[in-house]
T-cell receptor
Framework: EAGVVQSPRYKIIEKKQPVAFWCNPI?????LYWYLQNLGQGPELLIR????????DSQLPKDRFSAERLKGVDSTLKIQPAELGDSAVYLC????????????FGEGSRLTVL | TQLLEQSPQFLSIQEGENLTVYCNSS?????LQWYRQEPGEGPVLLVT?????EVKKLKRLTFQFGDARKDSSLHITAAQPGDTGLYLC???????????FGAGTQVVVTP
């Protein structure tokens, strides 16, 4: 069974440029998460989807960040415009059973903003 | 804001030694998870503990959830180089959707 797939693995952009990350969760997983992980820190939740509905986006900086999961399967996270402080790893995770709480993470997309 | 504090931040030991890492909070968690993350990878779940005082063993790893469900520990016996990684604890206060991660303990086991 394929795991959570993210792309690109690495992205280097100049500040003020836009960037987008894509995530394909494990087949059948209704819950999808986007996390941000800074160097030396644990993941911080940006947004959580249940199917196509964003049920928790309270930590998403909505002035520059946006996300979508139109068909309740794959998802895109966008930053426009990017700032230097956005340099981090963006992790996608999915879950099939909210009762067990096990998250399956992708390898992450490492963003460097110059 | 990280509600879970992990200690130590970094731990370097020799193969065969034992180690313990800690996860503490002022908040009560209904359940707690431990993940291990290797460089360039996403975190991978090791265990979930849900009952205060619960102890779970996974081969050479022993996990304990505090009686008050505010703290947890991970003990590794006879560490091996393959145990190297970032160990993260994550707590669920009311639902798994609100999972909070600690900053992690970086463990390095040298041969």
């Amino acid at each position: 069974e394929a795991g959570v797939v993210q792309s690109p693995r690495y992205k280097i952009i100049e500040k003020k440029q836009p960037v987008a990350f894509w995530c394909n969760p494990i087949s059948g997983h209704n819950t999808l998460y986007w996390y941000l992980q800074n160097l030396g820190q644990g993941p911080e939740l940006l947004i959580r989807y249940e199917n196509e509905e964003a049920v928790d986006d309270s930590q998403l900086p909505k002035d520059r960040f946006s996300a979508e999961r139109l068909k309740g399967v794959d998802s895109t996270l966008k930053i426009q415009p990017a700032e230097l402080g956005d340099s981090a790893v963006y992790l996608c995770a999915s879950s099939s059973d909210p009762n067990t709480g096990e998250l399956f993470f992708g390898e992450g997309s490492r963003l460097t903003v110059l | 804001t990280q509600l879970l504090e992990q200690s130590p931040q970094f731990l370097s030991i020799q193969e065969g030694e034992n180690l313990t890492v800690y996860c503490n909070s002022s908040s009560v968690f209904s359940s707690l998870q431990w993940y291990r993350q290797e460089p360039g990878e996403g975190p991978v779940l090791l265990v979930t503990v849900v009952t205060g005082g619960e102890v779970k063993k996974l081969k050479r790893l022993t996990f304990q959830f505090g009686d008050a469900r505010k703290d947890s520990s991970l003990h590794i016996t006879a560490a091996q180089p393959g145990d190297t990684g970032l160990y993260l604890c994550a707590g669920g206060a009311d639902s798994w959707g609100k999972l909070q991660f600690g900053a992690g303990t970086q463990v390095v086991v040298t041969p």
